[in-house]
């Protein structure tokens, strides 16, 4: 059984920074290119980073990229999130993703955690 689950989330000041991982198992972690993906309040899922299998190759949303790290350790099996200079609208519920379609379409997802940005 495939499970991603989700960690790091909280509240954070304006300009403050967060940490978030994501815990793989019930596959071959390093075989699967991984994402995150991000819901705000009453809007749908927007992609917000991908990481290859082998970790090399990364993509970023283009408002987010010089804010934001996507890296892994396939050792491990977990994904990370850095993220820094947060803004209120980075507030959200983060999710693991294996398989992004797009479109808000997907394979599997974590439980998401919640990141607050506000003063």
């Known amino acids: 059984e495939v499970q991603l689950v989700e960690s790091g989330g909280g509240l954070v000041q304006p300009g403050g920074s967060l940490s978030l991982s994501c815990a793989a198992s019930?596959?071959?972690?390093?075989?699967?290119?991984m994402n995150w993906v991000r819901q705000a309040p009453g809007k749908g899922l927007e992609w917000v980073s991908t990481?290859?299998?082998?970790?090399?190759?990364?993509y970023y949303a283009d408002s987010l990229k010089g804010r934001f790290t996507i890296s892994r350790d396939n050792a491990k099996n977990t994904m990370y999130l850095q993220m820094s200079s947060l803004k209120p609208e980075d507030t959200a519920v983060y999710y693991c993703?294996?398989?992004?379609?797009?479109?808000?379409?997907?394979?599997?997802r974590g439980q998401g955690t919640q990141v607050t940005v506000s003063s």
């Open positions: 019930g596959f071959t972690f390093s075989g699967y290119s």
């Open positions: 993703v294996r398989e992004w379609y797009g479109g808000g379409r997907f394979g599997y």
């Open positions: 990481i290859t299998s082998s970790g090399t190759t990364t």
